[in-house]
């Protein structure tokens, strides 16, 4: 196997163990992991991509289900690709710039997000928001900076409790929130008038899969009438939904839920964790992306939007195999 720089793996081994987590956290880490690869190269223009591939891989399997992390690896090989193709040297800058606008993208993102997002949140909401989103919070603090006095239900996220990281980013800003176990949020909806989340992938189809327990938060907002939204940036929308791909979701040792000790002392409990979940579109009222409000149905023109034409080429590939297998023409 090859080895990369200890700058990489230490990106790679980050996002594994979560110390970067949340999908946009994770997109410019990988985007930044590419750059330093770049930065760091020594070899010919001809070799780059391949190398540049080889590091997209590695860190690419550092996490499966946040689909930013791929479509940020692929943002910057692709423009590699292109400038390879049209004979632009040196690939190595091409490749800096590449990730340096990607990483400004999706910080701008945020920040639009938040300008979109707030126009729907109203003086006096009590908003819940569930593990520690980024492009949710950034929703809610616009919100809070535009004067609108609001509450934040911040859910403490079991089993690793991102919500204390959510709830003590509000409080610090002077945002009066509610830390609740996960397990509270039915009994608290009644209480509440919109629910603001994140998200790691929007499928095709406009399925959000968020942080486990999002699903659940949903179904409990259909229920009670209360409006859901979802703030993510269009680069967490997955293009291979589109073909009929299903979002891998990761499911993480027992350890981060009952601990080693326990797990050694009760060998016969079988413990699960899976890290996230899907909500099906329709208990999804909105989605927040940095180009505007959209109906959760509305994803797959989001994709075809941004890969068109790749999908153009994709789908030739395909008909020709058909072609050369006999069963178009
Ligand atoms: C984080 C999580 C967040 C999304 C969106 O899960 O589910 O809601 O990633 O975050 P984990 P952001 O802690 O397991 O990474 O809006 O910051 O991209």
Known sequence: MRTFPPEIVKIYEEIRDMKIRGAGRIARAAAMALKMAAEMYTGDDERILEYLSSVASYVGSSRPTAVSLPNALHYVLSRVKLAKRRGVRPLKE??????????????????????????????????????NSTAALSVIF?????????KVYATETRPKFQGHITAKALASKGIPVILIPDSAVRYFMKDVDK??????????????????????????????????????????????????????????????????????????????NPAFDVTPPEYIDAII?????????????????????????????????????????
């Open 195 to 272: 629910v603001v989340l994140g998200a790691d992938a929007v499928a095709a189809n406009g399925a959000v899969v968020n942080k486990i327990g999002t699903s659940l938060i949903a179904l409990s907002a259909h229920e009670a009438r209360v409006r859901v939204f979802v703030a993510a940036e269009t680069y967490k929308f997955s293009p291979a939904t589109l073909f009929g791909e299903l979002v891998k979701i990761e499911e993480r040792g027992a350890e981060e839920v009952v601990g080693e000790k326990y797990l050694a002392k009760n060998p016969k409990v079988v413990v699960r």
């Open 142 to 150: 616009e919100a809070w900076q535009r004067g609108k006095r609001i």
């Open 289 to 329: 992306t940095e180009r505007g409000i959209i109906a959760p149905q509305a994803a797959s023109l989001v994709l075809i939007e941004e890969y068109g034409r790749e999908f153009g080429d994709y789908l030739t590939n395909i008909t020709s195999d058909m072609e050369d297998e006999g069963y178009v023409g």
């Open 94 to 131: 091409v490749a800096i710039r590449a990730a340096d606008q990607f990483i400004e993208y999706s910080l701008r993102a945020v920040e639009m997000i938040g300008k979109i997002g707030a126009g729907r949140i109203k003086d006096g909401d009590v908003i819940m928001t569930h593990c």
